[in-house]
């Protein structure tokens, strides 16, 4: 089955529709403004959903506890989605199953859209030349084409656009970005990234036609894949850490365990290249969780661990060696010396004792990247997560798909600024 097909077999008229410069990879802003902002700003704040699905709903729970934000009508294909909405609302939201008949509404301040990936761009496109400001998830397009049309709309439209990086608004991530930029593990050079689940990815369909409508992350045709649902929140990451998207990408993916009909693999592994050949490392697995959702940041003087959760910073007690003057042996009249040298009084000598990063904003990244959307419609400033830090990770999940399918290294287009 073609994209083509798969959107007509969609379809219910929403599936059928064709399809400046931002902050870039610095350190992200302080957002924490916008948190004591929200009361005095709290008017009257109107969204409408594109895709209240288990994502968009949960979008629409942070949102509602912004002061002055209302659900004024959802969009979905999915007509039991609405009953679900009016239940989290408490009441009956307007709902459309064309979600360009929503954007004709006069009363949307905002959308918000959670839709399917490949879905993103076009909905993106269509609600930003509707004269509104979007907060779409990640990614941004599904194909190169997609992430520059995005680029292209925002800078001609004006409107602001934000993308659903929330790690970028967790505040343990913040002090632990800045601390990196700071030198606290000297120079960064690697990133190791994980995310394990035990979680097969498929979702009981109440009918076979709907498979492809439920079970979206299981084919080529509407899924990235691993690497596009979790590692773009890694590989946004890693952006952040190196100051730059990635240059290149290449990596292996298979079907290990759920041979259940699906085309895309229930695991990946994929290293993207950056500039002074500093690499990203990242892995994804469904049939273990040991290893959870965490990253490591290897510097030249130290390390540091962000999880969901937390971040613990590590730094080495002393140079580890690896010399001949400890363990000189001699081997066919050669003189060795590859034994490791662990320290006699140290277990671990190559990590010093682990050390929490106590961080000032603490709240649920999700709701502070909410809050911030609104603060900024509010107050027309750009987002932490505006359009060309969801280009970097989105062009590198675009081609990062391809490289994993065919096992070849694939260059990532860079970033293009389009003229307004």
Same mark, same amino acid.
């Given at each position: 089955?073609?994209?083509?097909?798969?959107?007509?077999?969609? /379809? =219910?008229s929403?599936?059928?529709?064709?399809? #400046?410069?931002?902050s870039?990879?610095?350190? &992200? %802003?302080?957002?924490?403004?916008?948190?004591?902002?929200s009361?005095?700003l709290?008017?009257?704040?109107?969204?409408?959903v594109?895709g209240?699905?288990s994502?968009?709903r949960e979008?629409?729970?942070?949102?509602?506890?912004?002061?002055?934000?209302e659900v004024?009508?959802?969009?979905?294909?999915?007509?039991?989605?609405f009953l679900?909405?009016?239940?989290?609302?408490?009441?009956t939201?307007?709902s459309?199953?064309?979600?360009r008949s929503?954007?004709?509404?006069?009363?949307?301040?905002?959308?918000?859209?959670?839709?399917?990936?490949?879905?993103?761009?076009?909905?993106?496109?269509? /609600? =930003?030349?509707?004269?509104?400001p979007?907060? #779409?998830?990640?990614?941004?397009g599904?194909? &190169? %084409?997609?992430?520059?049309?995005v680029v292209?709309?925002?800078a001609?439209?004006?409107?602001?656009?934000?993308?659903?990086?929330?790690?970028?608004?967790?505040?343990?991530?913040?002090?632990?970005?800045?601390?990196?930029?700071?030198g606290e593990i000297?120079?960064?050079?690697?990133?190791?990234a994980?995310?394990?689940?035990?979680?097969?990815?498929r979702r009981?369909?109440?009918?076979?036609?709907?498979?492809?409508?439920?079970?979206?992350?299981?084919?080529?045709?509407?899924?990235?894949?691993l690497?596009?649902?979790l590692?773009?929140h890694q590989?946004?990451?890693?952006?952040?850490?190196?100051g730059?998207?990635?240059r290149?990408?290449v990596?292996?993916?298979?079907?290990?365990?759920?041979?259940?009909g699906?085309?895309?693999?229930d695991?990946?592994?994929?290293?993207?290249g950056?500039?002074?050949g500093?690499?990203?490392?990242?892995?994804?697995?469904?049939?273990?969780a040991?290893?959870?959702n965490?990253?490591w940041?290897?510097?030249?003087?130290?390390s540091?661990q962000?999880?969901?959760?937390?971040?613990?910073f590590y730094?080495?007690?002393?140079p580890t060696?690896?010399?001949a003057y400890?363990s000189d042996?001699?081997?066919?009249?050669?003189k060795?010396g590859?034994?490791?040298?662990?320290?006699?009084?140290d277990?671990?000598p190559?990590?010093?004792?682990?050390?929490?990063?106590?961080?000032?904003n603490?709240?649920?990244?999700?709701?502070?990247?909410?809050?911030?959307?609104?603060h900024?419609?509010?107050?027309?400033?750009?987002p932490v997560?505006?359009?060309?830090?969801?280009?970097?990770?989105a062009m590198?999940?675009t081609?990062?798909?391809e490289?994993v399918?065919?096992?070849?290294?694939k260059?990532?287009?860079?970033?293009r600024?389009?003229?307004?």
């Amino acid at each position: 089955m073609n994209r083509r097909s798969l959107l007509q077999g969609l /379809s =219910l008229s929403v599936l059928s529709a064709t399809l #400046g410069a931002g902050s870039g990879y610095g350190q &992200a %802003e302080e957002v924490q403004a916008a948190k004591e902002q929200s009361s005095s700003l709290a008017g009257r704040f109107r969204i409408g959903v594109i895709g209240p699905g288990s994502r968009g709903r949960e979008l629409i729970r942070q949102m509602l506890r912004v002061p002055g934000v209302e659900v004024a009508a959802v969009a979905d294909v999915y007509e039991p989605r609405f009953l679900q909405v009016n239940e989290l609302v408490g009441k009956t939201v307007p709902s459309y199953k064309d979600y360009r008949s929503m954007l004709e509404r006069r009363d949307i301040d905002a959308v918000v859209i959670a839709s399917p990936p490949f879905f993103h761009a076009r909905q993106v496109i269509d /609600s =930003l030349q509707s004269g509104r400001p979007v907060y #779409g998830e990640k990614t941004m397009g599904f194909s &190169a %084409e997609d992430n520059y049309k995005v680029v292209e709309t925002v800078a001609k439209s004006g409107q602001i656009y934000q993308v659903g990086h929330q790690l970028r608004y967790a505040g343990w991530f913040q002090e632990s970005v800045r601390r990196i930029h700071e030198g606290e593990i000297g120079e960064p050079t690697h990133v190791f990234a994980y995310w394990f689940r035990r979680d097969n990815w498929r979702r009981s369909v109440p009918d076979p036609s709907l498979e492809h409508l439920m079970n979206w992350r299981l084919y080529r045709e509407s899924s990235g894949g691993l690497l596009e649902e979790l590692g773009s929140h890694q590989i946004d990451i890693a952006n952040w850490i190196f100051g730059e998207q990635p240059r290149t990408v290449v990596g292996a993916s298979s079907i290990v365990l759920y041979h259940d009909g699906r085309t895309v693999g229930d695991n990946v592994q994929a290293i993207l290249g950056y500039s002074k050949g500093r690499r990203l490392v990242f892995t994804s697995l469904t049939d273990n969780a040991f290893m959870g959702n965490q990253l490591w940041v290897y510097g030249t003087k130290g390390s540091m661990q962000l999880t969901v959760e937390d971040a613990t910073f590590y730094g080495p007690i002393h140079p580890t060696t690896t010399a001949a003057y400890h363990s000189d042996v001699v081997q066919r009249g050669l003189k060795t010396g590859a034994t490791y040298n662990y320290a006699a009084d140290d277990e671990m000598p190559y990590r010093g004792p682990g050390r929490r990063i106590d961080a000032r904003n603490q709240e649920d990244p999700t709701l502070t990247a909410c809050r911030s959307f609104v603060h900024c419609v509010r107050t027309h400033t750009q987002p932490v997560a505006d359009v060309r830090v969801g280009f970097g990770s989105a062009m590198a999940c675009t081609v990062g798909k391809e490289a994993v399918l065919q096992g070849e290294m694939k260059k990532v287009p860079e970033w293009r600024a389009f003229a307004v």
